[in-house]
């Protein structure tokens, strides 16, 4: 199945991390993404406890991993966890890449946007605080957004992707760089206000970065701080992530790798991201492979959110920030998968992927509501 799904990307740049008692279910299926936060704990025993088969199973994988990352041309880091514990970690470097571009354990990676999981635990701790509602209108918490559909979309609907507000590839001249280029806080905000809706809000869903551009500008106006500084405060900070922050405020000694794309004559060409302040709050986030366990751990153990808040974000029926799936284990046995994705959409690259799925380990801390049972339900 592994060599199936590597079939589906030629080349990999990024990082895979996930949880050990997850691919004894599944070995490497998952290895087709660029990063993988495993959010599970199927099995709860240590894997220092005696098991010989468990054993033979890690290197096997360990082995694989090595075998496709050669094969496939992969560059990045994989770490694999067990009950909270790093147990595996390794960097991988193309051989072409590796004078120019190495990649080490410590190496950040652009998560793109695997950031709207950030924001949306944001806008759900504001609501925990009282401060807004999931139900509270656009119009109520952006007077100056100057949009027809202001008074219609909810905090709910753009969380959900349910507001029919446009995605930015809807923007005239969009996969102009030229353009991108000239767009400033303001004219950005002015041309997807310009934009009419796909369709009336909370009827359908359509994936659209502006939904959690303008969520990060609600977080903004609600609480007087910045988003940058809310993300520090509320995250960053107390989970410990040391090594995450914004693609365009780098840290002088950061070690941020570059994306390359394979071209047709075998030659690598750096993918750039133009006027990244464009994607503040929906895909602007960098991190590292621990760092991201750091923050998978975090929102399991009920750090960031209550188990109420958890209950609406990972809704089956209305995820926020996240999409229902299955992963393949054989012919006829599917594993419930819910996942968020970080991809370069202009050349389908995935640079980061979590995925969770229903095992021992619950996400929730209030056993008796109903968050519970709709984990239960996926």
Request: charged residues 20%; hydrophobic residues 45%.
């Amino acid at each position: 199945m592994l060599a199936r799904l590597m079939k589906m990307s030629r080349y990999f740049y990024g990082m895979l991390i996930v949880e050990w008692s997850f691919l004894r279910k599944i070995l490497a299926a998952v290895f087709i993404f660029t990063a993988m936060v495993g959010l599970t704990a199927c099995e709860k025993q240590p894997f220092s406890q005696p098991d010989t088969g468990a054993e033979q199973q890690f290197q096997s994988l360990t082995t694989m991993i090595s075998d496709r990352a050669a094969e496939s041309g992969f560059s990045g880091v994989v770490l694999i966890a067990n009950n909270g514990e790093i147990i595996f970690e390794k960097a991988y470097n193309h051989p072409d890449l590796l004078d120019t571009d190495e990649i080490t354990i410590d190496s950040q990676f652009a998560i793109a946007s695997m950031t709207k999981s950030f924001t949306a635990i944001l806008v759900l701790q504001l609501i925990e605080a009282g401060q807004i509602s999931l139900d509270t209108r656009l119009d109520q918490l952006l007077p100056d957004y100057a949009a027809e559909y202001a008074n219609q979309v909810t905090v709910r609907h753009m969380l959900q992707n349910r507001s029919g507000i446009p995605h930015y590839i809807d923007l005239p001249g969009w996969f102009d760089s030229d353009y991108k280029r000239s767009l400033t806080d303001d004219t950005f905000i002015a041309a997807i206000a310009h934009l009419p809706l796909k369709f009336p809000p909370d009827t359908d869903y359509l994936y659209s970065n502006a939904n959690f551009f303008l969520l990060g500008l609600i977080l903004e106006e609600v609480t007087g701080l910045s988003y940058e500084t809310l993300l520090k405060e509320k995250i960053l900070e107390p989970v410990g992530l040391t090594d995450t922050g914004q693609i365009y405020e780098t840290q002088p000694n950061a070690t941020l790798a570059r994306n390359f794309m394979l071209e047709g004559d075998e030659t690598f060409v750096h993918i750039p991201i133009i006027n990244p302040r464009l994607f503040r709050a929906t895909a602007s986030l960098y991190s590292t492979g621990r760092d991201l366990h750091r923050w998978h751990e975090a929102l399991a153990d009920g750090t960031l959110l209550s188990g109420a808040s958890k209950g609406e974000m990972f809704n089956p029926e209305t995820p926020m920030a996240w999409t229902i799936g299955a992963l393949p284990l054989s012919n006829d046995v599917m594993l419930p998968l819910q996942t968020y994705n970080g991809i370069l959409a202009a050349v389908f690259i995935f640079t980061a992927m979590v995925g969770l799925t229903a095992c021992e380990k619950q996400p929730f801390s209030q056993p008796d509501t109903g968050a519970e049972q709709q984990f239960q339900s996926l």
